[in-house]
């Protein structure tokens, strides 16, 4: 199926009809079906594998109902609302919720969500973000998503230098490939000929050669 997909760029499965062929000097010893090797009660195996899977559209649930569904209420809402332009109102109204999970020992649980949202969502400013973790959550929490800021920080810090060095590099192998073309030049070796060794455009050689005039 999935070789079908790749060759068709098609978007639907094609019918497969599962055939053994067995060789064997002996009776076939398994069962045919698939259903004997799925490790539950026969009957919701029947009723649920490879059946129409249960789709539970967030968008289409009203906020205030998600909110009574207390402890997957949370993760539903910070799925449901995690692509807002600011997730930060949304997470203000969940923060009530947050702390009585909390309370039941569901500090993992929530923590969990906070990181996702801080990592994943649209948050205008992230230090109010953390501000209010701090303040209506905990401050240990707080901390936590602080030292992923921090790391955030760090890794664009370091890319950017890594991005600057490749540029730097990138500059100096064109600085000596113009340089290596305007020696050629004055030796009036052929264009086509410095083109293919200094893999320079005929364009970009011809231009050197206008300067050099």
Do not use: C
């Amino acid at each position: 199926m999935d070789d079908h997909l790749k060759q068709t760029k098609q978007a639907k499965l094609p019918l497969v009809y599962p055939m053994v062929v067995y060789h064997a000097d002996r009776p076939y010893p398994h069962s045919t079906d698939i259903l004997d090797i799925i490790e539950a009660p026969r009957l919701l195996a029947e009723r649920y594998f490879l059946k129409p899977f249960h789709l539970i559209d967030l968008g289409k649930i009203d906020d205030e109902e998600i909110k009574k569904h207390a402890w997957s209420g949370i993760m539903e809402f910070a799925l449901k609302h995690v692509y807002e332009r600011d997730v930060l109102p949304w997470v203000k109204e969940m923060v009530g919720l947050m702390r009585h999970l909390i309370l039941q020992d569901g500090e993992k649980y929530i923590e969990r969500v906070v990181e996702y949202l801080f990592r994943r969502a649209e948050i205008q400013t992230r230090d109010e973000f953390i501000a209010l973790i701090n303040k209506e959550i905990s401050t240990e929490m707080g901390d936590k998503i602080m030292t992923i800021a921090e790391q955030y920080r760090m890794e664009g810090w370091q890319e950017g230098i890594q991005q600057g060095r490749q540029k730097g590099i990138q500059e100096g192998i064109e600085k000596e490939k113009a340089a290596l073309a305007k020696r050629l030049l004055s030796e009036n070796v052929d264009i086509s000929f410095i083109a293919k060794i200094t893999q320079l455009s005929i364009a970009e050689i011809e231009q050197l050669e206008e300067k050099a005039q």
